[in-house]
């Protein structure tokens, strides 16, 4: 007894004087994690909880209540209550016998590479080009930035229009040279080009002022020795230019995979999932099962695991490869 008395006081005395020094900035975390609690943690364990149950909307309630002839309310157990149902609905998702969960998966892969390829390709070559000086170089800035400052559902509904069969201005530049109309959204890859154009229209100002403010980071002097050694402009940007971007590179990529992997409006506004589901990925899936029909709330938690889950996944390999390549993570 006497031992494990001497060993609690230098800890609790450790954790006062901790305690003491400290206690403004636990102060000022404390509303932080209450936030975090309320808004992030208990939806979380409430989402994973729901993913072991049935839970729909016609099954929520444990009672049902009635009015009676005199006025009151007669309550009764519902006999069809929602009940815990163990690792059920991951194995009709992962099966297949509910959902489209891996054909979803398949387009949300190729939309999601697709889309921050072209992010990063696009975002890199612009952020090269206004890098250098030039004549209205603040005004290409300007210009180049405002598709990012419009609201993602007005240049959705653009998009959809542009693209639209009878009336959309694409079509029209295809008649006009002899081509016909093509219904964009009667084809599952065409209606998912439009959904990536669309998308690369967005994520591409995102990529180049991120890649911008790495490229303003490289020492300029790094240049003019390379150049003083005659080394030529492709030279330039393969050894000195690139691997100056690499911690930005990584960090972008990695923030447009998971932003890309999760972008909703997207998919939803332009293509509504046309033809017949065949555009949709993971997360308007999950939207579909919430709040469309009767909302099974159960089936589109176990949606969101899974998205978190694969997301989690790729997070932590891609960690482990830039450690090996010598990223400080």
Not at 108 to 121: C, D, K, P, R, S
Not at 267 to 293: D, M, S, Y
Request: hydrophobic fraction near 50%; aromatic fraction near 14%.
């Amino acid at each position: 007894m006497s031992t494990v008395t001497a060993g609690a006081t230098p800890r609790s005395s450790t954790l006062r004087r901790n305690w003491d020094k400290h206690w403004a900035a636990w102060a000022m975390v404390v509303p932080v994690v209450a936030v975090l609690a309320v808004l992030i943690f208990y939806p979380l364990v409430n989402g994973i909880w729901l993913t072991f149950t049935n839970q729909t909307e016609a099954n929520q309630l444990a009672e049902i209540c009635t009015k009676s002839i005199t006025g009151g309310e007669v309550c009764k157990e519902n006999p069809n209550a929602w009940s815990f149902v163990g690792l059920d609905n991951y194995v009709n998702v992962l099966t297949g016998k509910i959902g489209e969960f891996w054909q979803w998966t398949g387009t949300t892969l190729i939309w999601t590479v697709a889309g921050v390829a072209f992010h990063y390709g696009l975002g890199l070559g612009l952020a090269v080009m206004i890098h250098r000086e030039m004549r209205f170089r603040g005004f290409y800035r300007v210009l180049l930035v405002l598709p990012w400052a419009v609201p993602a559902f007005i240049s959705a509904f653009a998009w959809k229009f542009l693209f639209n069969e009878q009336l959309g201005l694409v079509n029209s530049l295809l008649n006009a040279v002899g081509i016909d109309s093509v219904a964009w959204f009667a084809d599952k890859w065409t209606a998912l080009f439009v959904a990536v154009i669309t998308n690369i229209w967005l994520g591409v100002p995102f990529m180049m002022v991120a890649l911008l403010g790495g490229l303003q980071s490289i020492p300029e002097e790094l240049y003019e020795s390379a150049e003083i050694d005659g080394a030529t402009p492709w030279q330039r940007f393969r050894n000195i230019t690139l691997p100056g971007l690499r911690p930005v590179s990584m960090t972008v990529i990695l923030l447009g995979t998971i932003w890309t992997f999760n972008m909703f409006p997207i998919i939803f506004l332009v293509t509504e999932g046309q033809p017949a589901g065949a555009t949709e990925i993971l997360v308007t899936g999950a939207f579909r099962a919430a709040f469309e029909g009767i909302r099974n709330y159960s089936l589109a938690s176990t949606y969101g695991v899974l998205i978190l889950s694969i997301l989690l996944i790729f997070s932590v390999f891609y960690r482990r490869v830039l450690r090996k390549q010598g990223e400080v993570w």
